[in-house]
């Protein structure tokens, strides 16, 4: 076998020779589940031509090259933060994608996407109907049962007109192919469909991962979709110059991630409930600014916990009023409230009929055969052929009788099951479906270094545009874990794939989210900041300042361990000031060990049980920071889940004092980087303004920490000097003074100094500019207390003198400060439904 060696790569390249032995390798060890359709082999048992390209190209990569790329492509989930949340689990998980995308012919797709605009387009005229005249249910076409026994069905809706027309504005649909080669609907979203974000960015990190592959095969992209989907809903709007927003659960969502990406990727506003209010008949987002109006919302949370004061009185993920707003025609909704009535199983075996009703026309996707229980006939079809069905809740995910999963198969039932769910099913049949066992068909996965046939499902997004339905051209792809080919196996385990639609022209495959023509109005701040992003935003600061902070004396502990000579009193002396810093702060406690100091300066910086360690002060940072992940660049985020995973991994990192030292001193790096991003990437808008705000009161209150600890009781040459390490201008003093730190001459550095960035004065000065530039509630031309507290601060500063100060005054200085941080959180922060508008409007977001 021929084999060349690519010095560029470093590793041997294969010839034509190895390239198609390996491709006939992977082809014979591939072994489809008989009886059963797959994607990659063809009725004729040879590869599809569309996968031959796929695979000739990881064939000519050699073995070593498919697994790097995959490595790489496992890595960029990790620094993208692609994640999502099992319910029930704090902590998020990685995004399972497949390494393989699942192909699909442009003829194929094109059949595929007909199927789903239609049945969008068929759900929109049903939501018209129930919520409207409800002629399906008087004139017979439709039982009420399932519509009313739907608790998706929100009567509060009922005469309601949709701004924009539509009640149906984003749609999900999962269909399967059946052992016919006919794609088959498995199930509709039509809710708060989720997935479109995870599309994109599963698109992203295989495009990355095989960049050439994605141009020659001429994939089509998804930006597009987008765009068309911005502009259906940007037309819906009830003013010009609309405002959007996204509503998401928080951050325990499950597709928490996926939400914010969109944010981000569309330019909405990333809001949850607490943050909207109503006045007026209108729906508002609370800003820094005073409440202002919202325009357009796609929600992603369920209606029943839209409105507590109309559907679930318990919920905190909606805003009280929002119905009102709604029904006044105040605020455009994708999707509207009440849209889920139409993802019920119950009505799947209502639509063929339905779709010749409203449309005239044959369903081009259809669905699983179903039956709904609550008819005679077909509940008595049901219990005849018990054990060839799936058995299904009609609504929802749960109904009596059925063990654990959402459905089950009679057969596979004991006889005490079958009897208990036959009983259910004669007591309320309406609460049930019987349904067809679909075979699924296979997709070729990447398992232990070869191929292996998996069943799958597909979800497809179809968005109101303009121009009537459009239809993402990929979706994500789930992919069972097992070799089990039926629709009622796919488990929790599943993984995830792209899906590329492999164009027949370059023309086709050329899409952006950019607006086509240069016809737009110039913007240089994206709008008002939302009170909730504002102090997440400011706490992150705070938070990352304080690691900082704790860093920096585990840093000084570590190298007075090392400096110190002997069991010396002045040599000690910064040492247990050092360790006493860190027991007030809660970052450690004393030890009893052989080398107490190591272990206090190890657990100071990586033990989460120490709410004040720098691991667990990160730890918030990140979770602040992942409240407003949209406003935040993905190299701040990397860098943010790379500080973490440092302070994780040092738990392993034996507690001696050149480990921490090193330790400590490259987490500090790391957020010096951050600090830099955040300096030179953040837009001066109102977000970098909070973020530097946090950081400039939480280092101008550590400063007066490290004064009243370092330079009281009697400070000596080593603890003075310690100090200007802490404030980290040990440069500074030698460079004014030729003496040894002096306690005037330091004191004035650490807390007066105006030119000295690390000084209380400096922050004092910059806080005050900040809450200068930030909008006022009434534009009467007086203070607000925020600013007359900082202004007072900074006039005090300067008229101070080093020699005067003693631990008390500089308690004081502290004291002042934290109220500032108060005042702080009381104007910009907190939830009141006040709607005071700004007299003078600023525009900073």
Same mark, same amino acid.
């Given at each position: ?49 569309? !996968? ?93 049962? *399932? ?19 539509? !009640? ?25 469909? +989720? ?83 109503? +006045? ?17 919302? !796609? ?20 805003? @009280? ?112 479906? &019987? ?11 990447? =398992? ?20 009537? !339905?459009? *239809?993402?051209? &990929? ?22 794939? =792209? ?96 080398? @107490? ?74 957020? $010096?980087?951050? +600090? ?23 280092? $101008? ?10 330079? =009281? ?133």
């Amino acid at each position: 076998m021929a084999v060349e060696f690519d010095a560029t790569a470093g590793q041997a390249k294969a010839t034509p020779c190895d390239e198609a032995g390996r491709l006939a390798a992977w082809v014979a060890d591939y072994k489809p589940i008989p009886g059963v359709p797959d994607e990659l082999i063809g009725r004729d048992g040879r590869p599809r031509p569309h !996968w031959t390209t796929l695979l000739e190209t990881l064939a000519g990569l050699g073995q070593r090259g498919v697994e790097n790329r995959f490595a790489a492509s496992a890595r960029r989930i990790s620094d993208m933060g692609v994640t999502y949340r099992v319910r029930g689990e704090a902590r998020e998980r990685p995004w399972p994608l497949s390494r393989l995308p699942l192909l699909l012919t442009e003829s194929e797709w094109s059949e595929i996407a007909a199927g789903v605009a239609q049945r969008a387009e068929l759900f929109d005229r049903i939501l018209h109907d129930i919520y409207g005249e409800a002629r399906l249910v008087s004139e017979g076409a439709l039982p009420a049962a *399932v519509v009313a026994g739907s608790p998706e069905f929100v009567r509060p809706m009922c005469g309601v007109k949709p701004v924009g027309g539509r !009640w149906l504005r984003f749609y999900a649909v999962d269909i399967g192919r059946g052992p016919d080669g006919r794609w088959w609907v498995l199930g509709d979203r039509a809710q708060a469909p +989720s997935g479109a974000g995870y599309a994109i960015e599963s698109r992203l990190i295989l495009a990355r991962a095989f960049p050439s592959l994605y141009r020659e095969m001429m994939v089509r992209r998804l930006a597009g979709f987008f765009r068309d989907f911005r502009a259906g809903l940007a037309a819906a709007a009830p003013r010009a110059d609309p405002r959007f927003c996204l509503l998401t659960p928080g951050p325990w969502s499950e597709t928490y991630t996926e939400q914010v990406y969109l944010a981000r990727y569309l330019g909405f506003l990333l809001v949850e409930g607490e943050d909207l209010a109503t +006045s007026e008949g209108k729906l508002h987002v609370r800003t820094v600014a005073g409440l202002k109006r919202v325009d357009v919302v !796609w929600r992603r949370v369920d209606a029943d916990w839209l409105d507590p004061l109309e559907a679930n009185a318990a919920s905190r993920l909606g805003s @009280p009023g929002i119905f009102d707003a709604i029904r006044r025609g105040s605020v455009a909704m994708a999707n509207m409230p009440g849209a889920g009535v139409v993802e019920s199983r119950a009505l799947m075996s209502f639509l063929p009929g339905l779709a010749e009703r409203l449309m005239g026309e044959r369903l081009r996707l259809p669905n699983v055969a179903t039956w709904w229980c609550g008819q005679e006939a077909e509940r008595a079809e049901i219990l005849r052929a018990f054990d060839s069905r799936a058995i299904a809740p009609a609504f929802g995910d749960k109904a009596e009788g059925l063990p654990g999963a959402s459905a089950a198969v009679g057969a596979e039932l004991d006889a005490a099951q079958k009897e208990r769910l036959a009983a259910a099913i004669c007591a309320r049949g309406m609460d049930y479906v &019987g349904q067809e066992v679909v075979q699924l068909s296979t997709t070729p996965v990447w =398992d232990g270094g070869a191929l292996t046939p998996r069943p799958f499902s597909l979800r497809i997004f179809a968005a109101a545009t303009p121009e009537g !339905w459009k *239809v993402m051209p &990929g979706g994500f792809c789930r992919i069972a874990d097992h070799r089990d080919a039926r629709a009622i196996s796919m488990g929790a385990g599943a993984q995830t794939a =792209d899906v590329w639609v492999i164009g027949e022209e370059t023309a086709s495959v050329q899409a952006t989210l950019l607006p086509p023509s240069n016809d737009v109005r110039v913007v240089r701040v994206p709008g008002h900041l939302p009170s909730r992003a504002a102090d997440n935003l400011f706490w992150m600061g705070r938070y990352l300042e304080r690691a900082e902070a704790t860093l920096r004396v585990v840093r000084c502990l570590c190298n007075r361990m090392t400096e110190t000579q002997g069991n010396s009193i002045q040599g000690r002396q910064p040492i247990e000031r050092c360790e006493r810093l860190l027991f007030q702060w809660g970052a450690a406690a004393p030890f009893a060990a052989p080398y @107490p100091s190591a272990a206090i300066a190890h657990t100071a910086a990586s033990n989460p049980n120490f709410y004040g360690s720098a691991r667990a002060i990160v730890g918030q940072a990140k979770r602040a920071a992942s409240i407003v992940r949209e406003r935040l660049s993905p190299d701040m985020w990397q860098l943010l889940v790379r500080l973490e995973a440092r302070l994780e991994n040092a738990a392993a990192v034996p507690p001696l004092e050149p480990e921490i030292l090193e330790l400590s001193e490259c987490a500090l790096h790391t957020l $010096a980087a951050l +600090s830099g991003l955040m300096d030179e990437n953040f837009n001066r808008v109102s977000g970098w303004t909070f973020v530097d705000l946090g950081k400039r009161v939480e280092r $101008a209150i550590d400063a007066c920490c490290f004064a009243r600890q370092f330079a =009281d009781n009697d400070p000596t040459i080593e603890t003075l000097d310690a100090l200007l390490e802490l404030v980290d201008s040990q440069v500074t003093y030698r460079s004014r003074y030729l003496a040894g730190a002096a306690l005037a001459p330091t004191l004035d550095i650490t807390l007066l100094d105006p030119f000295n960035p690390r000084s209380v004065a400096f922050q004092v000065l910059r806080t005050d500019e900040h809450l200068a530039s930030l909008p006022v509630l009434v534009d009467d031309g007086m203070m607000e207390p925020q600013r007359r507290l900082a202004v007072s601060l900074h006039g005090d500063l300067e008229a101070e003198d080093a020699r005067r100060l003693d631990s008390g005054r500089v308690l004081v200085i502290e004291q002042r400060l934290a109220a500032l941080a108060n005042a702080i959180s009381e104007r910009y922060f907190s939830h009141s439904s006040d709607p005071a508008p700004a007299d003078k409007r600023s525009k900073l977001a």
